[in-house]
């Protein structure tokens, strides 16, 4: 059987380009078709590594790679492949032909996803060099901790930021010290599980300009501009930790090993 699937997949990668994987993506469904099922699983893997479908064909490549493991018994990667499908298109219709334990599934990971705990993201804020990173979080059963991931790109390190409430909101703020383009990403925890919007994967994107800083005219007016800001950090720091407190501690003691997961849905992204 290996070597059969083999010899498909090397027959259809020979007049595939790199970066175009359709012709991969077309023998897939049609081996699906077939019931060749082994076969098209492993085609439509295929036709994804090599890149170039369109935002639909990606969505239709998940459905079909979910309704192939699930003919093979393998439904720990069906729901993976559903789980994925609906998060890029939630409002996807199943094809009328589609097999009744395909369908069984597929409403299962759906009534899942809309009971799981989300983190939607929010334009942020800026305020001089302050930049306020919004997050709007729901479906939670009480109030969710968390903290932001952030670096300049092309930065190889990420920075971490506690997230505060802020009324209905979690919030971090980031003093932006240079131009560039910011990425970021957030998870949280909260009783009904994790919630995460954007990954190191993905991250949320957002330029950012940093104007030129006005220099004072006399010595002692720099001096007391600098003293201010310094005791201006000191008790912004004090009142970021009142108000993060217990919850800050809580999430840290909670925060689960990082893996990648899909349970969070978002639907904005700083461009």
């Not at 104007?211 to 310094?230: F, K, T, Y």
Request: glycine share 10%; proline share 7%; hydrophobic share 40%.
């Amino acid at each position: 059987m290996s070597a059969c699937i083999a010899l498909v997949v090397w027959s259809a990668t020979a007049s595939a380009a790199p970066g175009d994987g359709k012709p991969l993506y077309q023998r897939g469904i049609q081996l699906y078709r077939e019931a060749a099922y082994a076969d098209s699983a492993v085609m439509l893997e295929h036709a994804r590594a090599r890149g170039g479908l369109a935002p639909q064909e990606r969505v239709e490549c998940s459905f079909y790679l979910g309704a192939n493991y699930v003919a093979l018994s393998s439904l720990g990667a069906a729901r993976r492949e559903l789980r994925a499908l609906l998060q890029e298109e939630p409002e996807y219709e199943l094809p009328q032909y589609t097999s009744p334990k395909v369908a069984a599934l597929f409403r299962e990971v759906k009534e899942e996803l809309e009971r799981a705990p989300r983190l939607r993201p929010l334009p942020p804020e800026r305020h001089g060099d302050e930049l306020t990173l919004r997050f709007e979080p729901s479906r939670t059963g009480g109030r969710a901790y968390g903290a932001v991931q952030w670096r300049w790109r092309g930065d190889g390190e990420w920075r971490e930021v506690p997230m505060a409430h802020k009324g209905n909101e979690l919030q971090a703020t980031v003093v932006l010290e240079r131009t560039g383009g910011l990425e970021y990403w957030a998870d949280a925890r909260a009783a009904t599980g994790a919630l995460k919007a954007g990954s190191a994967e993905q991250p949320l994107e957002l330029p950012v300009a940093v104007g030129p800083r006005v220099v004072a005219s006399s010595r002692n007016d720099r001096s007391h501009r600098a003293g201010a800001a310094r005791l201006w950090w000191v008790w912004t720091g004090v009142g970021a930790l009142a108000m993060a407190g217990a919850g800050v501690g809580l999430y840290f003691a909670l925060r689960p090993t990082p893996q990648p997961t899909a349970d969070a849905v978002f639907d904005f992204q700083v461009r």
